[in-house]
């Protein structure tokens, strides 16, 4: 650990302060609960879930909502080459064609069973994280690891699943030297801090140089 609590706040508040942007706002989705950003955090979440580079997903993701493609009936209507032809402006080529195909799926499923309104789930879900996790896996091409991508990012709005760290974001956690448990990370920042917090963990277990940075300043 990195010199009992104020050692890790110190962490905290190093990366933060460095690296506290969602993907999300790295997208520039403003997260709202609302139909059309909660869209399209889930198909960034869809995207980032692949093996593929983060910076990669995110502006595939751009380029999907900048043709149009910001909600189920824009997603599901378009033609799979509109979708193909986003994807690879994003850099999204080597998955691009199966993506495609489970994008539009999706998007008519979601359609069909939420009538594209994703605070449907939620609701549904009546604040259980795994029988939302289990619905969004429902969707052709989300699994587990996409399923809580979504739910780290939205927890910011919707409350009742905050604190959530995904694994990734534990081992972010754990690099640092930082308690690998939600709870006692919760106490270390402010509640409206834990959707940043999270992506930021992330960040610091993608890339080990980012976490001996923030370790390094935060000790200094």
């Known amino acids: 650990m990195n010199g009992g609590d104020g050692g890790q706040r110190a962490v905290v508040r190093t990366l933060l302060d460095r690296y506290g942007e969602t993907y999300a706002e790295q997208c520039g989705i403003k997260v709202r609960n609302t139909p059309q ?49 986003a994807l690879g402006e994003g850099g999204y080529r080597r998955y691009d064609e199966s993506t495609s195909t489970r994008l539009g799926e999706g998007a008519a499923l979601l359609l069909e069973k939420y009538g594209g309104d994703l605070r449907r789930m939620r609701e549904a879900a009546d604040g259980d994280a795994g029988a939302l996790s289990r619905a969004l896996q429902e969707l052709p091409g989300v699994g587990p690891t996409g399923a809580a991508i979504f739910l780290r990012e939205v927890q910011g709005v919707w409350s009742e699943f905050a604190p959530f760290l995904d694994p990734k974001a534990v081992q972010g956690a754990e690099r640092l030297g930082l308690p690998g448990d939600g709870a006692k990370l919760a106490r270390l920042i402010k509640e409206d801090e834990t959707a940043a917090f999270a992506s930021a963990l992330v960040r610091a277990a993608l890339d080990r140089e980012i976490a001996e940075e923030v370790r390094e300043a935060a000790a200094g």
């Open 37 to 85: 950003p909660l869209y399209q955090v889930l198909v960034l979440a869809d995207l980032l879930s692949t093996r593929i580079r983060a910076s990669v997903a995110v502006a595939s993701a751009r380029a999907l909502f900048d043709a149009g493609m910001r909600t189920p009936r824009r997603m599901r209507d378009a033609t799979w080459q509109q979708r193909v032809d």
